[in-house]
C-alpha cells in the first residue's frame, strides 16, 4: 500500500465492532425566547455550550448554531431515547439563557452571519466569499452516520446509498429545496470533491454522502424537523438500503 | 360497488364506506355522550377501583392443545375470566370495590387473589403453568398464534398490511436483535391494569393527564418484560416499544413512492395542519403527543384512527377498545373509568397490590396538590429510558419550584414515593401498603434485572433454563 494512502487511511477511526451502529447528529438555531428581540437569532453558542456543558454537544460554523449527537446504537428506541435526552436537556439549558432551540433548516437572509470563535471556521470564513459563508449559516440539517468496518466496507455501504442520493434529498426536505442549494453555494464541489481538497483532512470533504473521520459513512442531506420520529422514519429507509452490507 | 366504495374523506385519505358509517356513529355517540356528562358526576367520596390483569398459560404442547386448555380454563372461571388477542392469554378482571370503604382494601385483595388461585386451580387441572411476566418468552415474535376471533383477525392484519415495508422492526440492545414485524406481537404481552373511577369527565382528564405523568415511574422499578423468544432484548420492558412498532403505520413522507415527480406534486398539495393541533399523524400507541384538553379532545383523538372494525352501534366503545395509550378513559353505564396500562403484569399479587396504591397515592398527591404536569416531551424521556434501562439512567422530576430537574433515577424516586406515601395517607390508606415489599422491589431491582441477573451468564437459552429461571422467581407458576 503507497504511503500516501496509508496516511490517509490512518485519519479515519474504523470500529469494526461498531459495524451497523447509527449516530445521529441534530443541528439547531439558537433563538431568543422572547421579551423584545424575541424570535431574534442569537449568536450564543458559546453561552449555551457552557451552559450544558456536555461532550454531547458541541458548535458549528455558524455562532448561532448549535449541534447536539448521540452515541452509536442499533435499536430505534435507543436512538430515539438519545436524540429526547438531547432535546429535553437542550431546551432546559437554553430556557435558562432565555433561548431556544428551534428546527429551522433555512434561516432568514437578515441572522447575524458571527462565526464561532474556533481556529478552524475562523480561517475557513476569512478565505470564502461572503456568499458561501451565508449559506453556511444559514441552513441546519440532521446527519446520519452508519458505523462500518474499514475503508472496503465503508466504500460499499457507500456504493449503495449513492444511487439514492434524490430520493434521500427529497424525503428530507422541508424547505422547497433551498437548504440544498445553499449547501451547493457553500460546498462549491458538491456534485464531485476533488481529491486535493480534502485529502489532508477529510473533514473538508463536503458531499452529501461522505466517509467521515469517525469511521461511519455519513448522510447530510436530510433537513430538520420537530418529530424525532421522522429522524427514525429516515434512519429506517437508509438502513433499509444497506441492510445487505451490514 | 355496495359497501366497499371508495371515498374521500376531508384529510385526503380514502376512506371506505363503512369507516364513514363508523366515523358518523362515533361522532354521534360522542355527541350524546358530552351531552349527558352529568350522568358521570360522582358525589360521595368512594373510590372505586377495578383491576384486570393478564395472564399466560405455558406448557410444552402444540397451539391447538395451548388453545383447549385456555379455552377449558376459562369456561371454569367464566364469571371473571375473558380471552385476549394470544391463543394462550387469560384475562382476570375484579369487580369494582370502593378502597375508602370498610375492608375496601382487603376485600379488593381478597377476590383478586382468589380469582387468580381459581385460575391457578384450573391450569394444574389441565397440566399448565401459569406465566405472570410482560413478555411471553417461549412464542414465535412473527406469526404469533392469536385468539381465533374476527377482531384478532382484523385488527393485526390491517397493521400489517399498512406498515411502511422499510420501517425497521428489530429491537433489542443484545447481541442479536429481534424481529417484532408482526402486529400479532402483542399476543406475548400481558399487563397489569389499574381502573379507577372518575367523580366527573373533567376529573377523568385530569386523572389520565397526570397518569401518563405518573405511569414511567411505576414501570422504571417493575420492568417484567425483556426476553422474546429466549433471547435477551436487553429492554426492561420491551411491551410497549415492541406493540408501539409493530403498530407504527405513520409516514412522515411516503417511502413507499419511488417516483420523485409524484413525490414533489404531493408535497406540493400537502396542506396537512402540523401535528399536534389537531391530532395528525399520532400513534395510536403509548403516549399522545400533548396532554388531553378536556374530554372531548381525548375523543377527538380517539376517533382520528381507522375503526378497523365494522359496528356502527358500537363504534365509540370500539374506537376506546382500540386507544392503546399508557392510560386511556373507557365509559361503563355511568361511570367514566380512566385505567392504567403501562405496567407489565408482576410475578406475584403483593407487587401487583404495591404498584396500585403506589399509583393511586402518587395520583391522589397529584390532584390535591394541583401538581404541575412535566412537558410531555420530558414525559417521552422518561417513558422510554424506565423501558429501556429501568432504574439505570437518570430521570426528570419537577423539584420544589415545579420545575423539571433531572436526577439519578433512584434518588428522584424517592420523593415520588414520600408524595405517593403522602397521597395514601390522605386516604386513609397508607396502612395498606405493604413496605417490605415495596423495599424489596427496590433493593433487589425489576423483576426483568432478577431474571437476567440469573439466565446472564448463560449464552443460548434453552427453553428448560427459561422454565427453571422463571419457576424460581414465580413468573412461571405450576
Known amino acids: 500500500m503507497n504511503e500516501n494512502f496509508k496516511d490517509f487511511l490512518s485519519k479515519f477511526s474504523f470500529r469494526p465492532e461498531m459495524a451497523g451502529f447509527i449516530g445521529i447528529e441534530r443541528e439547531q438555531f439558537l433563538i431568543v425566547a422572547g421579551g423584545l428581540d424575541g424570535g431574534q437569532y442569537a449568536s450564543r453558542a458559546q453561552g449555551f455550550l457552557s451552559m450544558i456543558n456536555s461532550s454531547k454537544w458541541t458548535y458549528e460554523l455558524s455562532a448561532c448554531q448549535v449541534e447536539s449527537r448521540t452515541n452509536p446504537h442499533k435499536d430505534l428506541s435507543a436512538i430515539k431515547l438519545e436524540i429526547l435526552e438531547n432535546e429535553n436537556c437542550g431546551n432546559q439549558a437554553a430556557f435558562k439563557l432565555g433561548l431556544r432551540l428551534d428546527n429551522i433548516e433555512v434561516a432568514s437572509r437578515n441572522m447575524p452571519f458571527t462565526v464561532y470563535p474556533d481556529f478552524r471556521y475562523l480561517e475557513i470564513a476569512k478565505t470564502i466569499p461572503q456568499d458561501r459563508l451565508e449559506a453556511a449559516c444559514r441552513v441546519t440539517g440532521t446527519h446520519i452516520h452508519i458505523g462500518v468496518r474499514d475503508i472496503s466496507h465503508a466504500i460499499e455501504v457507500n456504493n449503495l446509498l449513492v444511487p439514492h442520493l434524490n430520493i434521500f434529498c427529497s424525503l428530507g426536505d422541508h424547505s422547497n429545496s433551498e437548504r440544498l442549494r445553499l449547501y451547493r453555494t457553500m460546498a462549491k464541489n458538491f456534485e464531485v470533491a476533488r481529491a486535493e481538497e480534502f485529502a489532508d483532512n477529510p473533514r473538508n470533504c463536503w458531499k452529501l454522502i461522505r466517509i467521515s473521520i469517525h469511521g461511519t459513512v455519513e448522510l447530510r442531506m436530510f433537513g430538520v424537523t420537530d418529530n424525532v420520529d421522522e429522524i427514525l422514519e429516515w434512519v429506517s429507509f437508509v438502513r433499509s438500503i444497506v441492510k445487505g452490507a451490514l | ?478
Open chain 2, 1 to 478: 360497488m355496495g359497501l366497499f366504495r371508495q371515498i374521500y374523506c376531508k384529510r385526503g385519505a380514502i376512506m371506505s364506506k363503512q369507516e364513514k358509517e363508523m366515523r358518523e356513529s362515533f361522532d354521534f355517540q360522542v355527541k350524546n355522550l358530552l351531552a349527558s356528562r352529568d350522568k358521570f358526576l360522582k358525589k360521595d367520596d368512594s373510590l372505586r377501583v377495578g383491576l384486570e390483569s393478564e395472564i399466560a398459560i405455558h406448557a410444552r404442547s402444540s397451539d391447538s392443545e395451548l388453545v383447549q386448555k385456555r379455552d377449558a380454563i376459562i369456561a371454569d372461571n367464566s364469571d371473571f375470566t375473558d380471552v385476549e388477542l394470544g391463543a394462550s392469554q387469560i384475562e382476570i378482571r375484579t369487580p369494582p370495590i370502593d378502597l375508602l370503604s370498610t375492608n375496601g382494601m382487603s376485600s379488593l385483595t381478597g377476590i383478586y387473589k382468589q380469582r387468580f388461585f381459581n385460575v391457578l386451580d384450573s391450569a394444574r387441572k389441565h397440566g399448565v403453568g401459569i406465566l405472570r411476566i410482560g413478555a411471553n418468552p417461549f412464542l414465535p415474535t412473527i406469526k404469533t398464534p392469536r385468539t381465533d376471533k374476527p377482531k384478532y383477525r382484523l385488527v393485526p392484519d390491517f397493521y400489517n398490511r399498512n406498515r411502511d415495508p422499510y420501517l425497521d422492526t428489530m429491537i433489542g440492545l443484545g447481541k442479536n436483535q429481534i424481529n417484532i414485524g408482526d402486529a400479532a406481537i402483542v399476543s406475548l404481552f400481558q399487563s397489569f391494569q389499574v381502573n379507577l373511577e372518575a367523580n366527573s369527565l373533567a376529573d377523568a382528564c385530569d386523572k389520565m393527564n397526570r397518569s401518563l405523568v405518573i405511569a414511567p415511574y411505576l414501570l422504571a422499578f417493575s420492568g417484567n418484560a425483556r426476553y422474546l423468544r429466549c433471547q435477551d432484548a436487553k429492554i426492561q420492558d420491551a411491551r410497549m416499544i415492541g406493540w408501539a412498532a409493530s403498530h407504527d403505520i405513520r409516514t412522515f413522507c411516503d417511502t413507499k413512492l419511488q417516483d420523485l415527480r409524484i413525490l414533489s406534486w404531493e408535497k406540493s398539495f400537502d396542506v396537512r395542519p402540523k401535528r399536534n393541533k389537531d391530532w395528525q399523524n399520532e400513534l395510536r400507541v403509548g403516549l399522545p403527543s400533548r396532554y388531553f384538553r378536556d374530554m372531548a379532545d381525548y375523543l377527538h383523538r380517539a376517533g382520528s384512527f381507522p375503526f378497523i372494525l365494522y359496528d356502527p352501534q358500537s363504534a365509540l366503545a370500539i374506537s376506546i377498545g382500540l386507544t392503546w395509550l399508557d392510560t386511556r378513559t373507557k365509559f361503563i353505564d355511568d361511570s367514566a373509568i380512566v385505567e392504567l396500562r403501562l405496567p407489565s403484569t408482576q410475578p406475584t399479587i403483593k407487587e401487583e397490590m404495591v404498584l396500585m396504591l403506589i399509583y393511586i397515592g402518587r395520583l391522589h398527591y397529584s390532584q390535591m396538590t394541583n401538581e404541575a404536569l412535566l412537558p410531555i416531551n420530558i414525559v417521552q424521556e422518561n417513558r422510554l429510558s424506565a423501558m429501556i434501562y429501568g432504574l439505570e439512567r437518570p430521570l426528570w422530576f419537577l423539584n420544589k419550584n415545579d420545575l423539571p430537574v433531572k436526577l439519578p433515577a433512584k434518588e428522584g424516586l424517592i420523593t415520588e414515593l414520600e408524595k405517593a406515601l403522602f397521597g395514601l395517607n390522605h386516604l386513609g390508606l397508607s396502612s395498606c401498603l405493604e413496605r417490605e415489599i415495596l423495599d424489596a422491589m427496590l433493593n433487589f431491582g425489576s423483576p426483568s434485572s432478577r431474571l437476567a441477573a440469573l439466565l446472564n451468564p448463560k449464552d443460548n437459552l434453552s427453553i428448560s433454563d427459561m422454565e427453571d429461571a422463571l419457576s424460581e422467581l414465580k413468573m412461571l407458576v405450576y
